[in-house]
């Protein structure tokens, strides 16, 4: 027993059956008892981690935000040119996270529906993070003379060019739909990189 | 007495009163009778135009849509270039839609949340009309050598680049800044035309 005393392992097992149970029930037949029983542990253990569904299911997403900014940091510091790092950081932003919810593609109306107003917000701070690592990168181009000067500015521009297709802004048929995602984003990406090249 | 007879005043009117109701009252709350009452006819009449208090709702994005994209032909027939076209269109399309919810922008949350899954699958159907009349402008810029070859293929990333602008996609607080959206669509839509036109 260890009681009172919350580990990392016992956090991520909880978010881990929050990933399962979404699948599985859908966000609003899922509850606190489900959770529990999946990891293994009381209610009251969860409660010494989090004060409610809600808090759950938003942590839940914002851990999906924080592995793909590993991802985009990794191709930021990797070797690549930075017209190359660009086109993998867009596409990445939008295919990690359309396979972070693939599984549960079919209760994700219902989850963005009841969490909507405070999702929005959140949203807000995680594409501010994106786009700061975007503007590393860019000026790395404009340093390079591959960019057009000051191409750091065209970050948040970036964000914004393919956030509509980003799991929030998709219908349950355009979830299923991989491929279609995948060439929508690389084709936006090509056009995006031809606007911000030297000339 | 026009009993039975439809007519499109008639029609107009209860989508105007929608408008109104919705900031009023917000979507919820908002009743049959409620919008009965403001029209100034019988509850039975509404009945006879539409089958439920969703599909009012449709209807009214709807005409919103119809409205926006009469605009954006007259665009596309004006006397501007391609490239001039272009920007306008795509910063129509973004305010014009902003200009008609602002009114309500504290009940749209919940429009959206009740409304998600069907409204996600009407905007692939204005989306796609969208598309077809910047393709339109973008076939002309190419011919006038404007525009890159075959920049009619650029129409759909047009549209998906700047969709996350779209009331849907912004929080409470970003509907509340004009401006700054003002500033994101100009900014984005000289990005864009920057890739597209001929080197």
């Known amino acids: 027993m260890r009681d009172f005393v919350k580990t990392k392992n016992t956090h991520d097992a909880i978010l881990d059956a929050t990933d399962k149970l979404l699948a599985r029930y859908g966000y609003k037949k899922m509850t ?7 990891v293994g542990i009381g209610k009251g253990t969860i409660y010494l981690y989090f004060s409610s569904k809600e808090e759950i299911a938003l942590t839940h997403v914002d851990r ?4 793909l900014k590993s991802r985009l940091w990794e191709i930021a510091n990797s070797r690549y040119s ?22 549960y ?19 807000q701070r995680y594409f501010g993070e994106e786009a700061s690592i975007l503007a590393g990168v860019l000026a790395e181009g404009s340093a390079a003379a591959e960019f057009a000067d000051n191409a750091e500015n065209y970050a948040e521009m970036l964000v914004i060019a393919t956030n509509s297709l980003l799991p929030y802004s998709l ?18 990406a090509d056009l995006l990189l031809t606007g911000i090249r030297k000339r």
């Open 32 to 38: 606190i008892d489900d959770l529990a029983r999946e």
């Open 171 to 188: 219908s349950t048929y355009e979830l299923g739909s991989r491929e279609e995602i995948y060439k929508k984003v690389t084709d936006l």
């Open 82 to 103: 930075p017209s190359n790092k660009i086109y993998q950081m867009l596409t990445d932003r939008v295919m990690y996270r359309f396979d972070s919810v693939q599984h």
């Open 64 to 67: 999906i935000i924080e592995h």
């Open 105 to 123: 593609s079919l209760s994700i109306n219902e989850l963005f529906a009841q969490l909507r107003p405070k999702l929005l917000e959140r949203r």
